[in-house]
């Protein structure tokens, strides 16, 4: 069974309906009666919440806000809960320091960022002028691990 915290839903809507405050936790978490997949997603904060959510209703996509709502959908048969969920995996590494690097250690941070980049299953995103990482991996734990631990290495302080 799935419990929704607070500020989480499930909805049909498509990412792309997403504002930036939401995250998908969880991709093809149920179907409902029409065989269309629920996503479990997050948001910041109460007020970004209730944005998220009339958003989805202005689309007519089905939401599911409520512990109760869930419970009863599931008890009904109207929401089945899939046996192949697929869990979404981020981190976020912030090198904002790594201007004041020696030049070994900063060329070293470009070299595992280009072999991440090559690696299949891998979202990294950059910003900050290219000093701040995003990592997503969708299902595999390991990958993600992986990934984290690579950049890992270079923490601040070392």
């Given at each position: 069974?799935?419990?929704l915290a607070r500020r989480q839903c499930l909805t049909t809507a498509p990412e792309d309906y997403d504002y930036g405050w939401a995250?998908?936790?969880?991709?093809?978490?149920?179907?409902?009666?029409?065989g269309r997949s629920l996503r479990l997603v997050e948001n910041e904060d109460d007020w970004h919440f209730q944005q998220q959510m009339m958003?989805?209703?202005?689309?007519?996509h089905l939401t599911i806000d409520r512990q109760s709502v869930l419970d009863d959908?599931?008890?009904y048969?109207?929401?089945?809960?899939?046996d192949d969920p697929v869990h979404i995996h981020r981190r976020s590494f912030d090198f904002s320091d790594a201007l004041d690097?020696?030049?070994?250690r900063l060329d070293r941070l470009v070299?595992?960022?280009?072999?991440?980049?090559?690696?299949?299953?891998?979202?990294?995103?950059?910003?900050?002028?290219?000093?701040?990482?995003?990592?997503?991996?969708?299902?595999?734990?390991d990958?993600?691990?992986?990934?984290?631990?690579?950049?890992?290495?270079?923490?601040?302080?070392?």
């Open positions: 069974m799935i419990t995250r998908t936790l969880v991709l093809n978490v149920a179907t409902d009666s029409r958003r989805y209703g202005s689309g007519l959908q599931v008890g048969g109207l929401i089945k809960l899939t690097w020696p030049q070994d070299g595992t960022v280009e072999r991440i980049r090559a690696m299949d299953g891998v979202t990294l995103d950059t910003s900050n002028g290219g000093l701040c990482y995003s990592v997503e991996v969708q299902g595999d734990k990958l993600f691990d992986h990934t984290v631990a690579l950049l890992g290495d270079f923490k601040i302080g070392q």
